[in-house]
T-cell receptor, first 113, second 112 residues
Framework: ETGVTQTPRHLVMGMTNKKSLKCEQH?????MYWYKQSAKKPLELMFV???????ENNSVPSRFSPECPNSSHLFLHLHTLQPEDSALYLC????????????FGDGTRLSIL | SQELEQSPQSLIVQEGKNLTINCTSS?????LYWYKQKYGEGLIFLMM?????EEKSHEKITAKLDEKKQQSSLHITASQPSHAGIYLC????????????FGKGTKLSVKP
């Protein structure tokens, strides 16, 4: 139990569907992150939030839309995804953006049909 | 280009044997973090190294960071099946937002 909970654990969706991934942290951290993990590739940082404000966006396609309503919750809204978007999406949190280590959730395994 | 190289990519060892995993950067690191991941699950934080020459141990796992802060090794003594998984190194390259760059991981299998 890392204190970071992601739901759902698995998601299968068509390319025209709209769905959302949810992340919740119970650690009192101020920074939250979305990562993408594809087979045989390093973890790719997608978004960074600090106190609900987005501070980093690593050239992620607009079909991925993050939302951070408060410092404990982070969402990733998905719309019109492509087959190459199938991956494990990991959420992480840390005390602040310059504080390590990051604590990870178990991820959402996303499959695009 | 890949900024953080891990080797080997995969490793199969007999239970009870020692093993070492390496993580190398072409740039000086501000911090090096080792994580373990079981298939389809999240990353579990193992150890953090921030000073050149630093060495840390937890149970049978020892991690070291060289003096130049460009290379780290993770050593497991007397491996057990519970050590099996994917080991990832993550590095703080000094970016303004504390971003971590990760290696591709080393898949460890321990044969009983």
């Amino acid at each position: 139990e890392t204190g970071v909970t992601q739901t759902p654990r698995h998601l299968v969706m068509g390319m025209t569907n709209k769905k959302s991934l949810k992340c919740e942290q119970h650690l009192g951290h101020n920074a939250m992150y979305w990562y993408k993990q594809s087979a045989k590739k390093p973890l790719e940082l997608m978004f960074v939030y600090s106190l609900e404000e987005r501070v980093e966006n690593n050239s992620v396609p607009s079909r991925f839309s993050p939302e951070c309503p408060n410092s404990s919750h982070l969402f990733l809204h998905l719309h019109t995804l492509q087959p190459e978007d199938s991956a494990l999406y990991l959420c992480a949190s840390s005390q602040d953006v310059r504080t390590q280590p990051q604590h990870f959730g178990d991820g959402t395994r996303l499959s695009i049909l | 280009s890949q900024e953080l190289e891990q080797s080997p990519q995969s490793l199969i060892v007999q239970e009870g044997k020692n093993l070492t995993i390496n993580c190398t950067s072409s740039k000086t690191l501000y911090g090096l973090y080792w994580y373990k991941q079981k298939y389809g699950e999240g990353l579990i934080f193992l150890m953090m190294l921030q000073k050149g020459g630093e060495e840390k141990s937890h149970e049978k796992i020892t991690a070291k960071l060289d003096e130049k802060k460009q290379q780290s090794s993770l050593h497991i003594t007397a491996s057990q099946p519970s050590h099996a998984g994917i080991y990832l190194c993550g590095a703080d390259m000094g970016g303004s937002q504390g971003n971590l760059i990760f290696g591709k991981g080393t898949k460890l299998s321990v044969k009983p």
